[in-house]
Each structure stands twice: as C-alpha cells, then as structure tokens.
T-cell receptor, first 118, second 112 residues
Framework: GAVVSQHPSWVICKSGTSVKIECRSL??????MFWYRQFPKQSLMLMAT?????????EQGVEKDKFLINHASLTLSTLTVTSAHPEDSSFYIC??????????????FGNGTRLTVT | GQQLNQSPQSMFIQEGEDVSMNCTSS?????WLWYKQDPGEGPVLLIA?????ELTSNGRLTAQFGITRKDSFLNISASIPSDVGIYFC????????????FGKGTKLTVNP
C-alpha cells in the first residue's frame, strides 16, 4: 500500500517553455503532498507543501509564480515549472501522507521526475 | 530552522560487514524516518520511529529513536551488494507540521 506515482519520469524541454509534473496517490487519499527538489549528490530540499483545496505553502526562496502548484483532489497534485531555464534542471520528487492518519504518518515518495532544460 | 547532521557522509565496506550511520538534530523530534534512495529514483521508506527509545527492525536493518529525541541511528547487518545506495535520515520536529527535514545522506558502497 501507500503508492505514490509521479509522471513523467523524465522530460526534456526548451528554455522558455513550461512543464507540468503530476503526483498521484494511488491507493490512499492525501490531503497534503510535498514537492522536493534534489540536485546531484545532494539531499532533498523542500520546495512547497500542497494542500488539497487551498493554496500551496512555499518555502523561503522558492518563487511561487515560477513553480505553480495545484492540488485539486485528494489524489492528485501538480507542479508546473513555468518559463523553464537551464538552472531549473533538476530532479523533482513529490511525496504524500495518508489523510486518515495523524501527523506521525510516514511520507511516501514518488519515483521523481528528471527535468532537463536545454 | 531545524538541521539534521548525518554521518558518515560515505562508507566503503566489504560484503558481510555491519554498517552504522546516525543523525543528530539541534531540536527535539517526534518522528524519525530512514529512507534509501537508488540513483534516479525516489526515496523508499525503510523504518519509521515514533517514540523515544524505540528500537525497530526491518530484516537486516535496525533503527533506534534516541532517548533525548535529538538523534537516531540505523544499523545494517551482514551487508550485501544490493545495500548500495544513499541512505537518508528524516524527521519531524516537535510542534511542527508534517514537513520532513532531511539529513544530507550517507552513500554506502559495498565491495563484493
């Protein structure tokens, strides 16, 4: 149980275009999903917390107008990288925790999306 | 903000050896989690700890939630080649949200 599916697994786009990444909880409902970014050989850096039906909460230094997050249902959150530039190239990972559990429930992660902006 | 210090940064061991890695925090945590990440994939949950002093095993893996609630360790016994990967500790601070703070990872290499 507790499977999180992320799509696409990799994407290459041209500079200036936008890219949408989907994160789905397949066998549970997630009121909260998290979006992380990971640079090579580094740890996961939290970008934003996605709450179903409300605005996302962004971490300090993360541009909310550049990284648009939508959490329209209890099983789907999307991250759109707008006007992508080469420096946005990174590994983006989402995670989710089950809605029916308390705050101590562990987070389960998607398999990540490798974004390359040319 | 909260920070996690994870050590060692990397380990090179022979197959069959035991491995130990740990994390310490600057504040009290109410949840400790250990993940393993393979290249190009998302982290996979290994062990979750919720109580101070809790000792939990998952096969050859054993992890403990420190009594002070500011540290945790992960042990791997009788390592095998497929144990290769990056291990991350993660935790939730007391009184905090569901957000996880991650350590910087321990890269494990197992020589056959």
């Amino acid at each position: 149980g507790a499977v999180v599916s992320q799509h696409p697994s990799w994407v290459i786009c041209k500079s200036g275009t936008s890219v949408k990444i989907e994160c789905r909880s397949l066998d549970f409902q997630a009121t909260t999903m998290f979006w992380y970014r990971q640079f090579p050989k580094q740890s996961l850096m939290l970008m934003a917390t996605s709450n179903e039906g409300s605005k996302a909460t962004y971490e300090q230094g993360v541009e909310k107008d550049k990284f648009l997050i939508n959490h329209a249902s209890l099983t789907l959150s999307t991250l759109t990288v707008t006007s992508a530039h080469p420096e946005d190239s990174s590994f983006y990972i989402c995670s989710a925790s089950a809605a029916n559990l308390d705050r101590t429930s562990p987070l389960h992660f998607g398999n990540g999306t490798r974004l390359t902006v040319t | 903000g909260q920070q996690l210090n994870q050590s060692p940064q990397s380990m090179f061991i022979q197959e069959g050896e035991d491995v130990s890695m740990n994390c310490t925090s600057s504040s009290i945590f109410n949840t400790w989690l250990w993940y393993k990440q393979d290249p190009g994939e998302g982290p996979v949950l290994l062990i979750a700890l919720y109580k101070a002093g809790e000792l939990t095993s998952n096969g050859r893996l054993t992890a403990q939630f420190g009594i002070t609630r500011k540290d945790s360790f992960l042990n791997i016994s009788a390592s095998i080649p497929s144990d290769v990967g990056i291990y991350f500790c993660a935790g939730r601070a007391q009184g905090g949200s569901e957000k996880l703070v991650f350590g910087k990872g321990t890269k494990l290499t197992v020589n056959p």
